[in-house]
């Protein structure tokens, strides 16, 4: 039915407004963060200028990014596998028959609509030395009272801590999801063959949830450049930068040294590293439309 | 049937034990709100009740306008998200033309690239726009979605052809077949676009607090962090009664609304 | 068509123009200013009244006073918001980013604003060490609003507890450890608590002060990082903590230590005298402010935020800016703005005000900021502030966390400084 060539313009015409939007704010603002990044920061004295790739050597000869991405590959590590392994298990729990499985549910989901900046604040009681929650406990409980946040080795896992529970529920449902579309024949007939719970799970289960799992992969990943939001509570990266994370890095590059220019080349340097992210989950995107 | 977590009672504890340690910053934040502040750090059962936080909190912050703010924000985005994407993605979904794949593709980067990456730039775009400080400022970088776009057209091809061939039949031209045919049913997923949409951003806090400067512009989450900062020494009680505040009304409808926000999700993830 | 669109547009200008004029004829002029805040209190409140009043006695001006945070946000902000369609005619900003507001071209010093000698010897009414921060090239850039010092609260019941005279805080280096000591041992609570997060460089002022040396030089290009008296200090701090166990070792938070002190988890704190007010109200024990403990002499470097006035401005906003921030320094505003906070009285005529010198009668610790003045020094302040504080801040936290020894920390740190600012000597 759309035989004629007006429906070329047609669809030209729909897709407008949506073009122009993402071209104004993610297109057009990535080419400029790349053209950027070749430039000086300009000011009064010293006016912007052309510098080649001197922000990008300066990149290599800067130890508080090179720990920002250190930890942002741990974060990300230690973010993304408790997270799955625990929203598998909430999933297997909620799915079940437990008696209280809809307050259960609501508990596990949650952190997600909670704003990270807001609850960070409600953490940072209990990560407070000699006042805070987690102190009082050990101290009752005989152990010594531990600076979570004000020692390099701690803070960065408790930073990571808050993203687990922000994470796990919301990761959750899609494995819930997944776990409804399973159908019930098979746990039938694995029920009548007598095999084990965990047989079950190993054999049955976790093979059908491998999709998801990619999909929840790519997601946490993502997340776990652009979670920073309780760092501007917490510890804006301190102690010595143990909890820097790059993006905080970027807004305090740009924001608070006012150096948009060498901003920008971190930046750049993120997009690098999503871009590889990105196809990646383009070419899983791909499959499933494959499908169907 | 067969169900794993139901047979034991070991089992059944830490499940209860996990969702314990899950609401428990909730918990707390209920705990401080509702005592005096000498009790926000000493857990006294018997300790009393008042109110005097919340009214403390509302008087010492312009939470009103925040409130109106983030209803702003957060309801302007949702309508032009809605618009844009049932387009785009009707396009996509309908239309077989030059350049189709290559533009969903360009598009689809938006999944990865997403505006809190580029917060530096974005501002620079802003403030030649003039739209530092403005509600507009605060939504335009999300307005195209990606993922609305790609949740819709894949709604949208699900949809029979021939139930736009009789509308057309009809004498419906596009904008009518849209609003009848294809928007009625792709219902759920704008529900659960909707839910998402609206949990994301009244949570947001990056890019509203690089491109907000005054209170008549401030959503509910910069207004907190500034109201909350620590350098301004930490008074748990104040802060939980002000977060508590800021969340009611999204926590209200998730626990009045459980399932529909949950299966909302749930049909988004897996989409 | 086009002549009827000719004089639509006229008519919508004429329209505009008049309504431009009744809006300046009733509003005046606008002035938007943005202000931090980084103690505890309802600050917002007390500013919103003083502008208040201010609005009262001047009402042909309107000034928004809009809260931005922290000092850093209150920096970013205004600068933003010169960007933007609502730019900022004035602020408050922290006394240290003089020369990053110099850099970017966006404030003017305030003797290019003064003509007549009276408005000249206001200039001149401050005290001078709250001076120092404001000005450079001999010129004037920032005039003292919230200002500080750090001071000693400590917990009187709890010296008692521990065989201490109440009234006698330690005086030097030793007496702080060895006080320090006799609490821990007697108590279940630390001696001493110095907060390194949030503004660790500007706690380590007071101690390089007390070794006799300061930060950085006049100009704001060069820095004393490694000065041997500097990693002295350092290592003071360091020993605190893990050599006489007086202090909890690692970083302290800045924004809980005021509620470790007041539930009595530490006898002693240092923290700005900005606190004053909200100690004073929540303090269920006896308490007392001291000067802070001297090693070669007695030292705190001057903290808080300035008036600043934007280069992007008209004149007669200029002009209704200078009486805003007359009015806000004013000798009877500043008294009130000390007693209702803790900062201290801008001017020495301030404390000769009735109001001020009934208040620090009937509540003596609210002096003490005034008379360690003479003890003070600049805030630690250099072209970009911003990466040369960073620098400092790293070094002392990871001192502090046991990560770095010293000299090594502060070394690293004054190398890294040389190289920021070589361009601008």
């Known amino acids: ?292 | 049937m067969k169900n794993y977590f139901n047979s034991t009672s070991i089992e059944y504890f830490a499940a209860w034990i996990l969702a314990l340690v899950w609401v428990s910053p909730l918990l707390y934040a209920f705990w401080a709100a509702f005592h005096p502040q000498e009790y926000a750090i000493n857990f006294e059962i018997l300790a009393p009740l008042t109110l005097s936080n919340f009214a403390e909190a509302w008087e010492q912050a312009p939470f009103a306008r925040y409130f109106l703010n983030t209803f702003l924000i957060v309801s302007s985005i949702l309508i032009v998200q809605f618009i844009v994407c049932t387009l785009a993605a009707y396009a996509f979904a309908r239309y077989d033309f030059f350049g189709s794949k290559i533009l969903f593709a360009i598009i689809l980067i938006q999944l990865m690239i997403v505006p809190e990456i580029l917060i530096v730039e974005n501002y620079k775009i802003m403030s030649k726009l003039n739209l530092v400080d403005t509600i507009l400022g605060v939504g335009l970088p999300y307005m195209a979605s990606a993922f609305g776009i790609f949740l819709l057209r894949q709604t949208f091809k699900s949809i029979p052809k021939e139930l736009e061939e009789a509308a057309r039949i009809e004498g419906c031209k596009l904008f009518g077949i849209l609003l009848r045919v294809y928007v009625p049913l792709a219902k759920p997923t704008y529900l659960a676009y909707g839910l998402v949409s609206v949990s994301y951003h009244w949570n947001n806090f990056l890019w509203p607090l690089v491109i907000t400067n005054s209170v008549n512009t401030r959503p509910l989450t910069v207004g907190l962090a500034i109201f909350g900062a620590p350098e301004s020494g930490v008074n748990w009680s104040l802060i939980s009664a002000a977060t508590l505040l800021s969340v009611s009304p999204l926590l209200l409808g998730f626990i009045l609304f459980q399932k529909q926000f949950i299966q909302s999700f749930m049909f988004a993830g897996i989409k | ?425």
């Not at chain 1, 719970?197 to 997340?223: D, E, G, H, Q, W």
């Open chain 1, 1 to 292: 039915m759309f035989k004629n060539n007006l429906h070329h313009i047609y669809a030209w015409l729909l897709l407008s407004p949506a073009l122009i939007l993402m071209g104004t704010f993610t297109h057009i603002p990535s080419i400029l963060t790349l053209i950027s990044s070749f430039f000086s920061t300009g000011t009064k004295k010293f006016p912007s200028k052309f510098v080649g790739i001197e922000n990008y050597e300066m990149i290599f000869d800067d130890p508080i990014f090179l720990e920002a991405v250190i930890n942002n590959i741990w974060y990300a590590i230690a973010t993304i596998v408790p997270s799955i392994i625990l929203a598998i298990l909430m999933a297997l729990i909620v799915d079940s028959k437990l008696s209280g499985r809809v307050l259960v549910r609501m508990a596990y989901f949650t952190p997600t609509i909670l704003p990270m900046i807001a609850v960070s604040n409600i953490w940072l009681f209990f990560y407070t030395p000699e006042i805070g929650l987690m102190d009082q406990i050990a101290t009752n409980l005989g152990f010594n009272s531990q600076n979570w946040l004000g020692d390099k080795d701690t803070v960065l896992n408790c930073i990571i801590l808050i993203t687990i529970w922000k994470e796990a529920g919301f990761f959750m449902i899609f494995y819930l999801a997944a776990l409804q579309n399973i159908p019930p024949e098979l746990k039938e007939a694995a029920f009548l063959e007598g095999s084990s719970k965990f047989y079950f799970f190993r054999r049955i289960t976790f093979p059908l949830l491998m999709p998801i799992t990619l999909f929840v992969l790519i997601n946490a990943t993502l997340n776990s450049f652009k979670l920073v939001d309780h760092l501007f509570i917490l510890t804006k990266g301190g102690p010595d930068n143990a909890s820097n994370l790059i993006l905080y890095y970027i807004y305090e590059t740009a924001f608070s040294f006012l150096d948009s220019s060498y901003a920008a080349t971190l930046t750049i340097f993120l997009l690098f590293a999503l871009a590889i992210i990105s196809i990646v989950q383009f070419m899983f995107f791909d499959k499933r439309t494959h499908y169907r």
């Open chain 3, 1 to 425: 068509m086009f002549c009827y669109i000719k004089r639509l547009k006229k008519i919508i200008v004429s329209t505009l123009g008049v309504l431009l004029f009744f809006t300046t004829q009733l509003f005046g002029i606008e002035l938007n200013m943005y202000y931090p805040v980084a103690v505890g209190g309802s600050l917002t409140k007390i500013v919103d009244g003083m502008v208040d009043e201010f609005e009262k006695k001047n009402p042909d001006v309107k000034v928004n006073a809009i809260y931005a945070g922290n000092y850093n946000d209150a920096r970013i902000k205004a600068l933003a918001a010169l960007k933007s369609g609502k730019p900022a005619q004035l602020s408050v900003m922290f006394s240290i980013d003089i020369y990053e507001l110099i850099e970017q071209d966006a404030i003017v010093p305030f003797d290019d604003l003064v003509s007549t000698y009276e408005d000249k010897a206001w200039l001149y009414s401050f005290y001078p060490t709250l001076m120092q921060n404001g000005v450079t090239d001999g010129k004037v850039w920032g005039i003292p609003f919230q200002r500080s010092t750090i001071v000693m609260y400590y917990n009187k019941d709890m010296f008692r507890k521990a065989g201490l005279n109440p009234n006698k805080p330690p005086k030097d280096w030793d007496e702080l450890v060895s006080y320090g000591k006799k609490i821990v041992d007697s108590t279940s609570s630390w001696g001493v608590m110095i907060p390194s997060t949030g503004y660790p460089y500007w706690m380590f002022g007071a101690l390089t002060m007390q070794n006799d040396q300061v930060l950085m030089n006049g100009d704001g290009n060069k820095t004393y990082f490694d000065h041997p008296s500097v990693v002295g200090a350092l290592q003071y701090w360091h020993d605190l903590g893990n050599k006489h166990k007086v202090m909890p070792s690692g970083t302290i938070e800045w924004g809980t230590l005021r509620k470790n002190f007041l539930e009595g988890k530490t006898a002693m704190m240092w923290h700005s005298t900005g606190n004053l007010t909200t100690v004073k109200k929540n303090a269920k024990f006896d308490f007392g402010v001291a000067m802070l403990p001297a090693s070669k002499r007695r030292g705190t470097p001057t903290g808080g935020g300035n008036f600043y006035i934007f280069k992007n401005t008209s004149a007669a906003e200029k002009k209704a800016s200078l009486r805003l921030i007359k009015f806000m320094t004013s000798p009877e505003q500043a008294a009130h703005w000390s007693k209702s906070t803790g900062y201290m009285g801008v001017s020495p005529a301030s404390y000769q005000t009735s109001s001020l010198t009934n208040y620090v009668k009937t509540f003596p610790p609210a002096l003490v900021a005034r008379d360690q003045l003479k003890f003070a020094t600049a805030e630690l302040s250099t072209f970009q502030t911003g990466r040369v504080r960073k620098l400092l801040d790293d070094a002392i936290q990871s001192v502090l966390t046991g990560n770095n020894s010293p000299s090594s920390a502060l070394k690293k740190a004054q190398m890294s400084a040389d190289k920021l600012l070589k361009r601008y000597r």
